[in-house]
């Protein structure tokens, strides 16, 4: 793996960049109380952190046997959701320094994530960041989601540089192993305690264990220009 400066950045959205997963656990716990499920928790949401919304809801429906269709439920959640992050979607302060820091420095920069394109364009439009990162990739737009590589590979190729000159900022084992398998370096921002340990969290080049509470942007900064 390519251990120069970094030609380009791409960020997860949801726990990495805005802190979104309260309202995805809400929107999927509505949903799941529309069709008869009426005990689903902020835990087993925790499970489905760092996964596309589509594989999300095609494991609930089969867990749960939901009659309905995954696209109807995907329908359902996407615009619970998008109620819900239309009101408010906090950036975590010290991902928007970093943001800023970079596109400042002309850095090539992308999104890349498992939430639907609407949900992203949405999100990004209401945090003040939209103008800073133009690029982005949905999981509806590749073939599969985290932990396979197509939504870095796919941002790697809309920014016209080549997968080893990119670092990557995620908040999920799934997405680091991602961006692993992509052959990109990653700073990895657990979002759910206790998951710093995980296997797939090994790969990272830079892991801030205690998560956004211990994110550092010029820290990062650093390791991204000069890795």
Not at 97 to 113: K, T
Not at 173 to 190: D, K, N, Q, S
Request: glycine share 8%.
């Amino acid at each position: 793996m390519d251990s120069s400066p970094a030609t380009a950045v791409i960020f997860d959205l949801d726990g990495t960049l805005v802190d979104s997963e309260p309202h995805y656990y809400e929107a999927g716990r509505r949903v799941l109380a529309a069709h008869g499920i009426a005990d689903f928790t902020w835990r087993d949401h925790t499970r489905f952190i760092g996964i596309s919304t589509r594989q999300t809801m095609e494991t609930l429906r089969d867990e749960h046997r939901i009659a309905a269709s995954v696209e109807q439920l995907l329908v359902e959640k996407n615009r619970s959701y998008l109620e819900l992050a239309g009101r408010s979607t906090p950036v975590f302060p010290a991902m928007r320094d970093l943001v800023e820091r970079l596109h400042a420095d002309a850095y090539p920069l992308a999104v890349a994530s498992g939430s639907s394109r609407a949900a992203i364009d949405a999100v990004l439009a209401g945090s003040g960041l939209g103008a800073l990162l133009p690029v982005r990739v949905s999981a509806e737009e590749v073939a599969e989601g985290k932990p396979e590589p197509d939504v870095f590979l796919e941002a790697a190729r809309r920014l016209g540089v080549e997968p080893g000159g990119c670092v990557v900022l995620e908040d999920a084992p799934p997405g680091a192993e991602a961006a692993h398998r992509a052959g990109m370096r990653c700073v990895a921002v657990p979002y759910v305690r206790g998951t710093e340990g995980e296997a797939w969290f090994a790969s990272a080049g830079l892991l801030f264990a205690g998560g956004q509470d211990e994110f550092d942007a010029e820290r990062a900064y650093r390791w991204i220009t000069a890795s």
